[in-house]
């Protein structure tokens, strides 16, 4: 691939990649797509409601990466861009533009958060901190208006690297979440030592909830030491009118998922936030 790149020379490879099955691209090819779709400023954010029973209001969402045109799926994009450093420059691409959104929201939806997904190679090789305090001051944003997901690989990969990290972000006002909760090995000490304000439980847990006990144990006794940490709730990839339910009863209060909203361009979520 490389050499046959290399002769067509930066545009063509475009016009290259267009004739292939995107599935059978290497990690090499399709980080120069990432390269150029950065470049070329292809990539957008969309935003993800988050249901909140409480209030019956969306007032939080997530952030997530999206490529349209490109049919290869967001974790692949992730996947080759950790294996070098276009994970920072993709990670720079999501803090600005979330900001630069979130401070162009009309004041009546002053109130929305936004989450935002963060690398664990991000952790050792960017200064996160100064990342968001210079993006926040760059558009007069209050960074408490962001909220950051990070998985346990974070936690594990580099613990003490990344408690230094949190710890600096939650003294700007950040709130932290641990994403796709269930899958890893978080302990509870972990929770507590890195002030953990937000569990969000893997979708696989949601999805099989009501046809199989152990998942719906799980889930009963995460809530119930969510409960006992003062951690909140946030229920992944709710899909249905009984997973809502079933979720309800053992006392989750927020949720996202396809059942309340898809994720969604900036205008979208505007009118869907209005109506
Ligand atoms: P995640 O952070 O766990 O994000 C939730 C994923 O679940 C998203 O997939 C979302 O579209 C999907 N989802 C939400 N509700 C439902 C549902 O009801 N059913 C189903 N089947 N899926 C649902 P997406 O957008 O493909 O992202 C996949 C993963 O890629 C994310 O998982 C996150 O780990 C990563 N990612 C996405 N955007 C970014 C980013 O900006 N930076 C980083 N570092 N990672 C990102
Ligand atoms: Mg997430
Ligand atoms: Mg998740
Ligand atoms: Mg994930």
């Known amino acids: 691939y490389h050499a046959k790149q290399n002769k067509l020379g930066g545009s063509a490879s475009s016009v290259f990649y267009a004739g292939m099955d995107a599935e059978r691209l290497t990690r090499s090819a399709l980080r120069s797509r990432i390269d150029q779709a950065l470049n070329n400023r292809e990539l957008e954010i969309w935003y993800q409601p988050v249901w909140n029973d409480d209030s019956g209001y969306f007032r939080r969402c997530e952030a997530l990466l999206r490529w349209p045109g490109e049919s290869i799926s967001i974790q692949e994009v992730i996947d080759a861009a950790e294996e ?3 994970i920072l420059r993709l990670g720079e691409f999501v803090v600005d533009e979330v900001c630069s959104f979130l401070a162009s929201v009309p004041s009546h939806q002053e109130d929305l958060s936004v989450s935002i997904n963060i690398s664990p190679v991000q952790f050792h090789y960017q200064n996160l901190e ?8 760059r558009y007069k944003l209050d960074p408490k208006r962001l909220m950051i997901e990070i998985t346990e690989r974070t936690t594990i990969e580099n613990a003490e690297l990344a408690g230094k990290v949190l710890s600096a972000l939650k003294q700007m006002g ?3 979440a641990l994403d796709d909760f269930g899958t890893g090995y978080s302990s509870l000490s972990t929770l507590h ?9 893997d979708r696989r847990f949601v999805q099989d909830i009501d046809t199989n006990q152990n998942s719906y144990q799980i889930v009963n006794a995460l809530m119930r030491m969510a409960q006992a940490l003062d951690i909140r709730v946030i229920a992944e990839g709710v899909e249905t ?3 809502y339910a079933t979720l309800r009863s053992l006392g989750v209060r927020m949720m996202q ?4 909203a898809r994720p969604m361009n900036q205008q979208q979520l505007l009118a869907f936030l209005k109506g």
């Open 257 to 260: 998922g396809y059942y309340h």
């Open 84 to 86: 070098s450093e276009l």
């Open 193 to 201: 030592e890195l002030e953990i304000d937000w569990i969000k439980i």
């Open 130 to 137: 100064h990342l968001i305090k210079s993006s926040c001051e």
């Open 174 to 176: 950040l709130d932290l």
């Open 241 to 243: 009118d009984q997973e």
